[in-house]
């Protein structure tokens, strides 16, 4: 037998102003922790998405990433001589071998320096990367000085944008295309020719292999042959692992700095809805006298004051997710620090933090009216009737 | 609802609706122990109309409580029809009072953010009646107070008057066996407390209600069939006839 | 004198309310202090920077190492009092979790130029002694339960392998906000080793680290360094120790803002609890304020005692969070020393913070005051709160 529940929401809409500025400071504890949340996942997507289910990459062992690898001529050959990569066009093996080295370029307007990635590809490189797509320019020609640049770096380098030039490596590069690669972290990367790079850079080895799977379920057999080969200092990852490896430290980071952040508000939030929950109740004690001597039950009052208290958390959590919502709009930027390179990526909101994000405000109220809610239910009728 | 005639039948005839028998009450405070109420014992007929009068801290209103079942006794019993009030848990009080009591307040007590129309109703939930039903019920004990047209009204926005018949209508809407009023008058001009006064006289007559009420006022107590006067806990004439 | 009284009766009317509030302004104040600590730490290489080193790198990026013959050419420069070489090793100690930071330098060098890390002589001598010598900061040590002598193995990343060394120092940092987590050793032993296995990649440096004798001819000097070197193989680029650090601070700079703008908004969020504190307080005393009024209070003196009220609990409940920012940044210094090897809370950050609590003080009141001052008696007394 409860007390309907128009009686608890009613109770939070006819005291306006108190009810805003709780949900208001549930809401900005819900901000921040859909925005954290969000980062994070944006985060881990790009990279994620920047890698193939079917593609392996191979790089020296022992390396984090790409920029800190060096694979041999020769051990790239014996990569290149597996069985278990598909035939790509002209009956060759779909197999990259790849140059990655980070240069130091100013940002557009600021002028601050970043390190933006150079991938030295060969022709397979786009076969193998079927999200980079050409949106403006053509392609470098072989042999020459030409390069192609992702739209985020086209967008915020100086020297990136299509008729720039470049300077590095003692010669003057040209961007003649740009592409799109979506959200991945390709879009933030400059693409030129590998043989013309090596030999600018005077890198005599390649940064990694990378090649598509005739059939991925046997990737486990084909990377315990490759790596037991005794002439071969190499570990090879499925592509999708390599990218998700790449962002864990920082999305953990993200992650555990924005939670921890979010704990300590949600304590003041929840102090603000205890305030306005004791406050409410106090103010109605004759009312919580008058529904019992009725003939409601304790529980009933208890759980009254609960639903007051989830609603408010309710209110706090859509008002705090809306805003989030259109966090989506923006991107950031900046290094990653696994791979040292600059990586612009953007606020994801999923459904599971759309969930989460309402869940936390839920305990947010409860965490707050709990200790209210027993105060109204653990009254004594005829004392609280007589203190009107 | 019953048409009792119950005001032609002589008084030994009618039934005892309500019975104390030696009956203390007693509050703590701090260390001391206060007594409030000294073994009352009365009774009180069906379709009777009685008031409680008494000084500020006489224990009248320890005793209304008493009888609602709203608090319980330290030593004695109270029998509501039959039925030992005194041995029931504090739940079964609870769903007690909410089929056999109708509550009468000084302030109204009505809560504000309810209609008039809900207000009334919330008895009503207590019970397994179906929407429509409740709504029937609730219509009728509207129209019976004169109300009806201000039914999706706030209390903010009714005068004292018309709250006090609201809460009568609340008090009325499960057919309960007693009604008990604490002050009713209490907060009203004279006007309203004559028109409230006359909606009571109407229960007992026209509905053979039994109703208790404590006051303080005289003319208040000129509706009743008997007064009953209490002083420092203690029934001072236990049968008293209306002048 | 009565105000103040007044005031402070009138905060622990309610003491649950104002233990509640006091406590939320506490939480909010202590997290601010934590959050602006956090950024400044970010910013410590770049206050710890000496005004008279500078670091000079491959101009393409810190990716590129350039020739260790660079080094004597830079050292005949005007201005140039010495010359070492820094090569970022990556090591792994045990497991990732156990990052540092660890680098191959040219050690009579190195420490010549880096006085802060104060190392005790005999060690100092043990260590240029023996090629597989390695020296650690203290905190890292004590963190490992390192002692002089000890054989430590690091895992190469960038250079593969085990690395095997001998503890023979342990240094301290001059100041409280020198970082005590680094850890160096012979870049001999990792170029003797490279010439062997792959001598393409020996007798590189990462980067040079070169002194001048006074910080004026910073600028001159780094732009001779780079003149010798323009249109060479591997072309340079030298700034000043400062200008390197804050280059690194520049590209995570979003996350600082980030974290930054989440500071204010702590404030704020309290700022709109203890508001509706104080709001709903002023409602439930309208009647009280409308008696005062009747009596011949005039507005501005219950606007003092409403002030004054929300002004007291919100510094009680700052000082409180000032208080405990100390212990709080000693737990994360120790807990979380892989990230923050240094936290400690500046003079500055205590002043932001108290200025916060007394701007939520302030703004919290304002409702309040206002409905002080528009009460119509006669309105107030009807109320019965």
Do not use: C
């Not at chain 1, 060969?122 to 403006?136: D, M, N, T």
């Not at chain 2, 209390?155 to 499960?174: D, E």
């Not at chain 2, 005289?218 to 203690?234: D, F, Q, S, T």
Request: glycine fraction near 8%; avoid cysteine; aromatic fraction near 8%.
């Amino acid at each position: 037998m409860p007390v309907p529940v128009y009686y608890s929401f009613r109770n939070l809409t006819v005291r306006r102003l108190t009810t805003a500025l709780t949900a208001s400071g549930m809401a900005l504890v819900v901000f921040v922790f859909a925005a954290t949340l969000m980062l994070a996942e944006g985060l881990q997507k790009t990279l994620v998405e920047t890698g193939s289910p079917d593609n392996v990459v191979v790089i020296r062992k022992g390396s984090q990433s790409e920029v800190q690898s060096g694979v041999e001529r020769l051990q790239a050959s014996i990569v290149e001589s597996l069985p278990d990569i598909v035939t790509g066009e002209g009956g060759r093996p779909l197999l990259a071998k790849e140059l990655v080295v980070l240069i130091n370029l100013p940002k557009r307007g600021s002028n601050k320096p970043a390190n933006v990635v150079i991938r030295g590809v060969g022709g397979a490189s786009y076969a193998l990367r079927p999200q980079v797509k050409l949106v403006e320019g053509r392609m470098p020609r072989p042999g020459s000085s030409e390069i192609i640049a992702g739209k985020s770096i086209a967008e915020r380098f100086e020297g990136g944008g299509i008729g720039e030039h470049l300077r590095f490596a003692m010669r003057e590069w040209t961007v003649v295309g740009i592409f799109d690669a979506g959200s991945t972290g390709f879009s933030s990367e400059i693409w030129g020719d590998v043989d013309q790079l090596m030999q600018s850079f005077r890198r005599p080895v390649y940064s990694s292999v990378i090649f598509r799977m005739r059939d991925a379920a046997a990737f486990d057999s084909m990377k315990s042959r490759l790596e037991s080969d005794p002439r071969m200092t190499v570990e090879a990852k499925l592509e999708t692992r390599y990218y998700l490896d790449q962002s864990e430290a920082m999305a953990k980071f993200l992650r555990i700095l924005g939670l921890s952040l979010t704990f300590i508000f949600s304590l003041g939030a929840v102090i603000g809805a205890m305030i306005t929950m004791y406050a409410a109740v106090a103010n109605r004690v004759v009312e919580i006298g008058t529904l019992r001597a009725l003939g409601f039950h304790r529980a009933s009052i208890l759980q009254a004051f609960i639903l007051e208290a989830l609603f408010l958390g309710l209110i706090g959590g859509v008002a705090g997710l809306v805003p989030a919502a259109f966090l989506q709009f923006i991107t950031i930027s900046t290094m990653n620090w696994q791979s040292f390179a600059e990586l612009a990526f953007s606020f994801s909101l999923s459904p599971g933090i759309i969930v989460k994000s309402l869940l936390f405000s839920l305990v947010m109220g409860i965490a707050g009216g709990l200790l209210p809610a027993f105060r109204a239910a653990r009254m004594d009728i005829v004392g609280a009737l007589r203190s009107s | 609802m019953k048409n009792n005639h119950s005001a032609d039948l002589d008084e030994g005839e009618r039934h005892h609706i309500v019975e104390l028998i030696s009956v203390s009450k007693s509050y703590q405070r701090g260390s001391q122990i206060i007594p409030v109420l000294e073994e009352i014992t009365f009774s009180i007929a069906e379709g009777e109309f009685l008031a409680l009068m008494g000084p500020s801290g006489s224990g009248k209103s320890t005793l209304l409580n008493l009888i609602a079942g709203i608090d319980s006794v330290d030593k004695g019993s109270i029998l509501v029809k039959g039925l030992d009030i005194s041995s029931l848990s504090e739940s079964g009080l609870a769903s007690w009072r909410s089929a056999n009591v109708g509550l009468i307040f000084q302030f109204y007590n009505l809560i504000p953010v309810l209609t008039a129309f809900e207000n009334v109703e919330l008895p009503l939930l207590l019970t397994g009646l179906s929407g429509r039903r409740r709504k029937e019920q609730v219509e009728t004990v509207l129209s019976l107070v004169n109300l009806t047209d201000r039914m999706d009204h706030y209390p903010s926005q009714l005068s004292g008057g018309q709250q006090q018949r609201v809460a009568i209508a609340r008090a009325m809407v499960t057919d309960p066996a007693i009604l008990v009023a604490d002050e009713p008058t209490g907060d009203l001009d004279r006007a309203s407390a004559v028109e409230i006064l006359s909606f009571m006289d109407r229960l007992v007559k026209e509905f053979g209600k039994t109703i208790i009420m404590v006051t303080h006022d005289p003319k208040a107590a000129e509706n009743a069939h008997r007064i009953i006067h209490l002083e420092k806990g203690v029934l001072l004439n236990p049968s008293q006839q209306k002048a | 004198m009565f105000y103040l009284k007044l005031s402070l009766r009138n905060a622990f009317r309610h003491p649950l309310r104002a233990v509640l509030t006091i406590t939320g302004v506490a939480v909010a104040i202590l997290a601010f202090g934590l959050l602006r600590t956090l950024v400044g730490l970010w910013y410590l290489g770049v206050e710890t920077s000496s005004s008279t080193r500078l670091i000079t790198r491959s101009s393409i990026s810190l990716v590129f190492t350039l020739p260790v013959s660079y080094r004597e050419r830079i050292r005949h420069i005007s201005g140039v009092t010495e010359v070492s070489s820094m090569n970022w090793f990556g090591g792994i100690y045990v497991s990732e979790k156990n990052f540092f930071p660890n680098f191959a330098v040219e050690p009579k060098t190195f420490l010549a130029l880096y006085p802060e890390f104060i190392i005790d002589d005999a060690e100092k001598r043990s260590f240029l002694k023996d090629r597989r010598g390695a020296v650690a900061g203290f905190k890292l040590a004590a963190k490992h339960g390192w002692k002089i002598g000890d054989r430590i193995v690091l895992k190469g990343t960038i250079f593969p392998g085990e690395w095997d060394f001998v503890l023979r120092g342990i240094y301290r940092g001059a100041q409280r906000s020198t970082d005590e987590s680094q850890f160096f050793f012979h870049w001999d032993y990792l170029n003797e080793s490279l010439r062997k296995t792959v001598p393409r990649r020996a007798d590189q440096v990462g980067l040079y680290v070169v002194g001048v004798d006074a910080p004026e001819k910073a600028p001159e000097v780094a732009q001779a360094i780079d003149a010798i070197f323009r249109n060479s193989l591997a072309e340079t680029m030298s700034e000043t120790e400062k200008a390197f650090q804050l280059s690194f601070v520049a590209m995570t700079e979003a996350i600082m803002i980030a974290i930054k703008i989440v500071s204010y908004v702590v404030i704020v969020i309290i700022m709109v609890v203890a508001a509706n504190t104080m709001a709903m307080t002023a409602r439930e005393r309208i009647s009280e304020y409308a008696t005062m009024k009747a009596l011949g209070f005039k507005w501005s003196h219950i606007a003092i005692t409403v002030f004054g009220e929300s002004l007291f609990i919100a510094l009680l409940g700052g000082a409180i969070g000032v208080l405990l920012t100390f212990p709080a940044a000693h737990l994360l210094e120790t807990e979380l020393s892989q990230f923050f090897p240094v936290f400690s809370v500046s003079p500055v950050t205590i002043y932001f913070q108290l200025a916060a609590a007394t701007l939520v003080g302030i703004v919290s009141s304002a409702f309040p005051v206002y409905r002080a001052s528009t009460i119509n008696i006669s309105e107030g007394l009807r109320r019965i709160g």
